[in-house]
């Protein structure tokens, strides 16, 4: 599967879709500003999940990121990381999805 990638502050950045293939599910509610990506041992539902963070996913407002580089386009991809420090609500640090 051809994928962009690259590197950022030395994380290696990967489109969300390839999440899939990695073993993990991908869930997306709109309405309610949710993407999350789990492995088997997440113990919530998304519908927990939704009512124990409502208002860390609601949005905040910032200014739009513009998509960088040759041949980007706004709204395509979402990239992800991998972090292996856990926050204090048991999430990846600075995710909460």
């Known amino acids: 599967m051809p994928m962009d990638s690259f590197l950022q502050n030395g994380n290696l950045m990967v489109p969300v879709k390839i999440s899939g293939y990695l073993g993990y599910s991908i869930t997306f509610q709109g309405d309610k500003y949710l993407l999350r990506v789990r492995d088997g041992s997440a113990a919530m539902s998304d519908e927990a999940f939704v009512k ?26 979402l990239y992800l990381t991998f972090d292996d420090a856990v926050g204090d609500n048991g999430t990846a640090a600075g995710y909460t999805g």
């Open 52 to 77: 124990q963070y409502a208002d860390e996913l609601k949005p905040q407002a910032v200014s739009p990121a513009k998509p960088s580089g040759e041949g980007a386009v706004k709204g395509r991809t």
